[in-house]
């Protein structure tokens, strides 16, 4: 009875931090500027292979524009990954296995050609980014 009763409750403790699962909203920046144009399915992300400055990842409050709010506020900075797609391969390549909170977008850039992508990857699975392939064009 005790075996059953403990397997309950991980079973249900398990549906409860499931759902808790990229609820939250994140976007990827280059200098504090969210890269994707508008924070909507269809967006697309991408950068221009000449940028500098600081590529992150933050967690965002999206704000009504028509009702005089900000477009996104940043509420949390978020530690991220760093990949890099090769346009003719689909290749994905690891940037680096360190764990960024910023990353300087040349250091990034320099291994990019144009048409490849750089692939953000959050480490907690509380947020969602869903623009996380920018584009080098």
């Not at 500098?52 to 530690?79: H, M, P, Q, R, Y």
């Not at 291994?111 to 750089?118: E, N, P, Q, T, V």
Request: charged share 25%; net charge neutral; proline share 1%.
């Amino acid at each position: 009875m005790k075996k059953l009763l403990l397997l309950s409750f991980l079973f249900i403790g398990n549906i409860v931090i499931a759902q808790d699962l990229y609820n939250s909203c994140s976007a990827a920046f280059l200098n504090d500027q969210m890269i994707v144009e508008e924070y909507t399915a269809t967006a697309k992300a991408k950068i221009s292979k000449e940028a500098t400055g600081w590529i992150s990842a933050g967690a965002v409050s999206l704000g009504d524009v028509s009702k005089g709010e900000k477009a996104f506020e940043i509420t949390e900075k978020l530690a991220f990954g760093v990949a890099i797609k090769d346009a003719n391969t689909g290749t994905i390549m690891l940037f680096s296995p360190k764990e960024y909170k910023k990353i300087e977008a040349e250091k990034v850039l320099a291994k990019c050609r144009k048409g490849d992508s750089i692939i953000i990857m959050t480490i907690d699975n509380k947020f969602a980014l869903p623009h996380n392939e920018i584009l080098v064009y």
